[in-house]
Structures are given as structure tokens and as C-alpha cells.
């Protein structure tokens, strides 16, 4: 039995009390996967953005907001496992200065300021133990499969999900899963249950049962 830690779902920026920068996504990818790994025998914790999705009862949920908050949840759970899954779309950006009351419409128009919000994967595929290991997704438009490699490696992934822009919202997905010396493992497509059964197949055989 392996422990395993997914991060889930969007993460948000919140400008004022009431206005926020989000990411399209609706948590299902991460729960299909969550479902695949309890299916397996494995114990999960998943780290989740704000979601309407509903969650494995037979796993622990962290509920988050912002992009540091999901950092700092996944490097507790982290700690004590075995792997990561980093499922989730984090909001890569959030503003310098977050007002502490509704801002005002003075019909001017409104610049932001924005600043990079921590990368979670990288952030904890660049410290991780010699037993623990990182799967990162990449969702690409152009160059799919180098931009892919490009985004294992430089996280420091020991494998990696590529999927297109249609994976958003949708029940379906079309992956192709590539480990971390570029080999590919196989092209997954259909319902996302069904596909995350299949990377749990290939994250089962070259990550988990590799390091037992
Ligand atoms: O946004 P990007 O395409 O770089 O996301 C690729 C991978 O990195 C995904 O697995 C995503 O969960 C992860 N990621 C992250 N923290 C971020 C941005 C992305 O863990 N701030």
C-alpha cells in the first residue's frame, strides 16, 4: 500500500473580498484519479481548489484556496508519502496588492499587477526523497509531446500526463503518458475514470512498484 497525495481542482487569486483570478477546472480528472489509486489499495489524500465535484469517500480531503495554500498542504501531506499527482490547475498569477475591501468602479478601467504564484510540482519535485516520486500534467496546444519532456524535466517529474485544452470541463480525456527518461508509456482516450485507470496501470508499474 502506497500514500499517495493529489492535488485537485482550480486554485484562486482573489483581488478584493469578492473578485478573484481562477483556472478553468472542474476537479473530475483528479477525482477519477483519486477513485484509481483507492481502487488499487493505495491510501489518498487530495489537496482540492474550490470544486463542485464530489470526492472517493475513502479519501482524506484538504480543502484550499490559494495557490500557497495548496503549496503548503501538499508539502505536509507530502511529507509522509510516497508520491504526488499534481492534477490540479493552480492559478499561476495573483495580484502584487490584494485590497482589503470591494474595490470601486470609477470608470477609468482598473491595471493590475500581477506576480507568479509558486509552481507546487516543481516545488516539490526539486526536494523530494530518493523513494518519493512526482507525475505532473501538461496541457499544451502546441509542440505537445517536446513541450511536455520540456516541462518533466525542468519540474524534475519522473513522469508526465500530456493532455490537449478539450480535457478541461469535459467527462473525456486523451492522454499520453511519457516517464522521465522520454520513453512513451502509451495514448489513453475515453471517459476520465477509464484513462486514470490507465495511468494508475503505468504509475503502478514504473513508480510505485519500483520503489518497494
Ligand atoms: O500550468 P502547467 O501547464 O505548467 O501545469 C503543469 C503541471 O504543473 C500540472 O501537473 C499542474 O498541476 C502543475 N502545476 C503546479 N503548480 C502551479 C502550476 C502548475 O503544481 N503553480
Not at 499517495?4 to 481562477?22: A, C, E, H, M, N
Not at 477546472?25 to 484509481?36: E, F, P, V
Not at 500557497?68 to 498569477?93: K, Q, T, V
Request: charged share 20%; net charge negative; hydrophobic share 40%.
Amino acid at each position: 500500500m502506497a500514500r499517495i497525495v493529489i492535488t485537485s481542482g482550480p486554485t484562486r487569486q482573489y483581488l478584493d473580498p469578492v473578485r478573484f483570478l481562477t483556472n478553468d477546472s472542474s476537479g473530475r480528472m483528479g477525482a477519477a484519479l483519486a477513485q484509481a489509486t483507492i481502487d488499487l489499495g493505495h491510501e489518498v489524500t487530495i489537496i482540492s481548489g474550490p470544486v463542485s465535484v464530489s470526492y472517493p469517500s475513502a479519501a482524506k480531503v484538504v480543502d484550499v484556496v490559494s495557490t500557497h495554500e495548496m503549496l503548503e498542504a501538499a508539502r505536509w501531506a507530502f511529507h509522509d508519502s510516497d508520491g504526488l499527482i499534481g492534477a490540479a490547475a493552480p492559478c499561476d498569477y495573483m495580484p502584487q496588492q490584494i485590497e482589503k475591501h470591494k474595490l470601486t468602479k470609477t470608470g477609468e478601467g482598473l491595471q493590475l499587477s500581477l506576480i507568479e504564484t509558486p509552481d507546487i510540482i516543481a516545488t516539490l519535485g526539486t526536494s523530494k526523497r530518493d523513494h518519493q516520486w512526482v507525475v505532473g500534467f501538461a496541457l499544451e496546444t502546441e509542440d505537445i509531446r517536446f513541450r511536455a519532456i520540456v516541462k518533466m524535466s525542468r519540474k524534475c517529474c519522473d513522469m508526465i500526463v500530456s493532455n490537449s485544452a478539450e480535457a478541461m470541463n469535459s467527462d473525456d480525456n486523451s492522454v499520453e503518458v511519457i516517464l522521465r527518461d522520454g520513453s512513451i508509456l502509451g495514448q489513453l482516450t475515453g471517459p476520465k475514470f477509464l484513462v486514470a485507470r490507465g495511468i494508475l496501470f503505468h504509475i503502478q508499474k514504473h513508480l510505485i512498484d519500483q520503489n518497494t
